[in-house]
C-alpha cells in the first residue's frame, strides 16, 4: 500500500504525519467519503489543533522560556476576562519594545473547570518577570520555565485538552482554542510519497534523531485506515535539517521553476533521511 508521509521540521525536532493513500483498482468506483459525526469531528479538531500548536511551539520556544499562569484575585466574567487578557498581551508588546525585547507569545484562556477560575495560561519568550509581573495585576503569576526536551507536544497537550471544556461551549466567546503573536509564521511540511512502510509495525527513527514519546496510531477521521503520528527528536545540538530552503526571489516567471526545485530538494532531503 503507497503510503503518505507529511513531515514538518520544528526547531530541533521533525513532526512527522503517516496515512495510507487512497487508491481504486481499474474498474472500480471509489468508495464513498463516510460521514463523522459530531463528535469524532470535535475529537479531529482538537487533535489537528493539538499538532499546530506542537509545530509552533517547538519551532519558537527553547528550554528557560516562560509558561505562565495568570490568575485572579475576583472571578471575573468571560468576556472580562478576554478583556484583560487582550490588556496584557498589548502591555506586554510595549513594555518589551522599551527594553528591546522581541516577544512571542501563545495564549490560551480556561474558561470553564471543574475546580479552578477562570485563568489564562501564557507560554512566552525569556521576557524579565518583573516586566511580566507589571503587566498583570489581576492576580497571581505563577511560573514554570520550559523544560529541556525540545519536544513540547505534552504542554500543547496540556494547554489544549484542559481548555477544552469550556471551548466546545455553544457560548464560549473564544473563536479559536489558542491564539500567538504575528511574528510566528506556522512550519510548513513536505510530502513524499513511501512505498516500503508499513503502518503496522513501530517506525525506525532516521540517523541522527530518536522518537520521543510514543507513536500515536488512530483511525482516519474520513478513510478509516491507520494512521499514526510522532516526534523525532535531533541528537545533536544541530540538527540534519534544520528548516527547508526558501528559495530566492525571482521574476514572475521564474517563480515556478524555483518552486519545482525546493520542492525536488525537500523530496530528496527527505528520503536520504530515512535512509
Excluded at 521553476?257 to 525537500?266: C, D, P, Q, T, V
Aim: glycine share 4%.
Amino acid at each position: 500500500m503507497k503510503i503518505i508521509r507529511h513531515a514538518f521540521i520544528a526547531g530541533k525536532t521533525i513532526l512527522v504525519r503517516e496515512s495510507p493513500a487512497r487508491q481504486v483498482e481499474k474498474g472500480r468506483k471509489r468508495q464513498p467519503k463516510k460521514n463523522m459525526t459530531t463528535e469524532e469531528v470535535w475529537k479531529n479538531n482538537l487533535k489537528n489543533a493539538i499538532f499546530k500548536l506542537t509545530l509552533i511551539l517547538n519551532t519558537y520556544f527553547v528550554p528557560g522560556d516562560h509558561h505562565l499562569q495568570l490568575t485572579y484575585k475576583e472571578a471575573p466574567t468571560p468576556e472580562q476576562a478576554k478583556k484583560d487578557r487582550e490588556k496584557f498581551v498589548r502591555k506586554l508588546r510595549i513594555e518589551c519594545k522599551k527594553i528591546g525585547v522581541d516577544v512571542r507569545w501563545v495564549a490560551v484562556t480556561e474558561v470553564k473547570s471543574k475546580s479552578k477560575r477562570i485563568h489564562h495560561h501564557i507560554v512566552c519568550t525569556g521576557v524579565p518577570m518583573e516586566v511580566i509581573r507589571k503587566c498583570w495585576d489581576k492576580g497571581h503569576v505563577f511560573h514554570n520555565p520550559l523544560w529541556d526536551n525540545p519536544n513540547y507536544k505534552g504542554l500543547a497537550e496540556y494547554l489544549l485538552k484542559e481548555a477544552a471544556y469550556g471551548f466546545r461551549e455553544e457560548d464560549c466567546i473564544y473563536k479559536r482554542r489558542f491564539n500567538t503573536s504575528r511574528n510566528m509564521r506556522v512550519p510548513e511540511g513536505q510530502k513524499i510519497d513511501m512505498k516500503r512502510v508499513d503502518l503496522e509495525t513501530d517506525p525506525k527513527a532516521p540517523k541522527g534523531y530518536y522518537i520521543d514519546g510514543e507513536v500515536e496510531y488512530y483511525e482516519h477521521a474520513i478513510t478509516r485506515l491507520t494512521c499514526r503520528d510522532y516526534v523525532l527528536v535531533s541528537l545533536t545540538d544541530e540538527p540534519r535539517l534544520k528548516r527547508w530552503p526558501k528559495g530566492v526571489t525571482a521574476p514572475l516567471e521564474r517563480i515556478n521553476y524555483n518552486k519545482l526545485l525546493r520542492e525536488a530538494y525537500h523530496e530528496e532531503q527527505l528520503s536520504l533521511l530515512w535512509e
